[in-house]
């Protein structure tokens, strides 16, 4: 099974409304990690499966990371 992340089964990060929307797609599960500008991590969130999370927060500027991994069958 290849490692790469199939780019239509990679996470989607938008903005709506002023909050910070993630999903997920495929098997893969993802944990967001939200930070402000100055390093200080604001929020995690954990999403598998297609699901979606939406993330309001104060106006300003915010680093998103994400790491996959992979559900064992």
Do not use: W
């Not at 099974?1 to 797609?25: C, F, N, W």
């Not at 200080?40 to 598998?48: D, P």
């Amino acid at each position: 099974m290849p490692d790469a992340i199939e780019q239509s089964d990679a996470p989607t990060v938008d903005i709506r409304h002023g909050a910070i929307v993630l999903k997920t797609h495929g098997i893969q599960t993802y944990n967001f990690h939200i930070y402000s500008i100055t390093g200080q991590l604001i929020k995690r969130v954990t999403l598998s499966n297609g699901a979606t999370a939406t993330v309001e927060l104060p106006q300003g500027c915010y680093i998103i990371d994400r790491k996959s991994t992979r559900l064992n069958s």
